[in-house]
């Protein structure tokens, strides 16, 4: 590392959103999932995905040199992580995110200057519309797409919970705010001796139900339709949100962590994971530019550190806490009644 200053990191973020904007372009033409069948040349695909002549070549070599893509002998085919988690086919697709991130975030984090200085979220609601959940869940394609991103989003944290959290002393879980089930699946295939539950919006059961049924844990995952502040939590040992306290605001985060601890008995556990936020709020920027895109996505909430979490727990009631890394940006923050 040299003492000299050097303006290549100041320019390789603040230009990042090139980079970003190729692959989002590339997952939207749907370009991985067409090389999934195997390489193609280059008239063959500039074809296939209906690309004009004159930038196709550089787009798809751009994908090379991002390491996206690889171009040999037969022509261009996709690298294996792409051909793991990008293509659509595959149940281990990731480009669900991706895709919302296309349509919503990248449009919606052009006006940051503009709620760094309103505080105002600068999606639908900024003209006065719904919020977010109830705009995307009045359009079903949405509905499924913004699912679909939360597996994406969570696969990884959903994978190291159902692992590493000692299922062997529960019987059984909720998943408050579950979205398309992943990690209520997740913990089910990994632990047969468990009983689970989806908890979230009337809208999202069929979308649950279908995902369990296809992950064969039907029989052991159930969906419960309700709302977290109209309803009650459902009972059981172990209660479990992920990055729903980082969407609202701080009266709110604190009645849902009452509510959890209300739906637990003694010795059950509450589980929050997010992009926790370190202590010291200087390591984790993916947690706090999760942050700033709540304060673009909803109008009260924020991402926070285990300190906090921890803080509004034992407020609660809740008798221990503790922060656990997971994968990622992501940790998880587990509180003992
Ligand atoms: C950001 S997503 C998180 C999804 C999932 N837990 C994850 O980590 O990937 C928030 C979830 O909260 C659910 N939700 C929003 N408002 C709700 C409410 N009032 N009652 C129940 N669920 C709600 C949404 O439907 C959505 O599935």
Same mark, same amino acid.
């Given at each position: 590392m040299s003492d000299h200053p050097s303006p290549e990191k100041i320019l390789q973020t603040g230009l990042a959103f090139w980079p970003a904007k190729t692959l989002l372009s590339a997952v939207e033409l749907g370009v991985f999932t067409e090389l999934a069948q195997g390489p193609q040349s280059f008239d063959v695909l500039r074809e296939r995905l209906g690309l004009h002549p004159r930038s196709a070549r550089d787009f798809l070599? #751009? =994908?090379?040199?991002l390491g996206f893509l690889k171009r040999g002998s037969e022509?261009?085919?996709?690298?294996?992580?792409?051909d793991a988690f990008l293509d659509r086919q595959k149940p281990s697709y990731v480009g669900g995110l991706l895709e919302?991130?296309?349509?919503?975030?990248?449009? %919606?984090?052009?006006?940051? #200057?503009?709620?760094?200085?309103?505080?105002?979220?600068?999606? *639908?609601?900024?003209?006065?519309?719904?919020?977010?959940? $109830? #705009?995307?869940?009045? $359009?079903?394609?949405? +509905?499924?797409? %913004?699912?679909h991103a939360m597996s994406g989003v969570s696969r990884g944290s959903n994978i190291a919970i159902?692992?590493?959290?000692?299922w062997k002393d529960y019987k059984s879980y909720v998943d408050v705010g579950t979205a398309q089930g992943d990690l209520a699946v997740q913990v089910a295939m990994a632990n047969p001796h468990l009983i689970g539950m989806g908890f979230d +919006?009337?809208?999202? *059961?069929?979308?649950?139900?279908?995902? @369990?049924?296809?992950?064969?844990v039907a029989g052991r995952v159930t969906f419960r339709p309700g709302d977290f502040f109209?309803? $009650?939590?459902?009972?059981? $040992?172990?209660?479990?949100?992920?990055?729903?306290?980082h969407d609202w605001d =701080?009266?709110?985060k604190k009645m849902l962590v009452r509510k959890a601890f209300d739906a637990l008995p003694k010795g059950g556990a509450f589980v929050v994971y997010e992009a926790i936020i370190d202590d010291d709020r200087s390591q984790n920027a993916f947690g706090l530019m999760m942050s700033l895109n709540m304060l673009i996505e909803t109008p009260g909430g924020f991402d926070f550190s285990g300190r906090d979490c921890s803080e509004?727990?034992? *407020? @609660?009631? %809740?008798?221990?806490?503790?922060?656990?890394?997971?994968?990622?940006?992501?940790?998880?923050v587990i509180g003992t009644k």
């Open positions: 070599d #751009t =994908l090379v040199a022509g261009y085919s996709n690298a294996p992580d792409a919302m991130a296309n349509h919503r975030l990248y449009p %919606f984090w052009n006006n940051l #200057t503009d709620a760094l200085r309103t505080g105002l979220p600068q999606n *639908e609601s900024k003209s006065g519309g719904p919020g977010l959940f $109830d #705009t995307l869940y009045a $359009d079903p394609a949405r +509905l499924k797409e %913004f699912l159902a692992r590493a959290f000692p +919006l009337p809208q999202v *059961e069929p979308i649950f139900l279908d995902y @369990a049924k296809r992950c064969g109209r309803d $009650d939590l459902p009972k059981a $040992d172990v209660v479990l949100m992920g990055h729903i306290l =701080l009266p709110t509004w727990m034992r *407020e @609660a009631g %809740f008798s221990s806490t503790r922060v656990q890394p997971l994968v990622g940006p992501d940790s998880m």
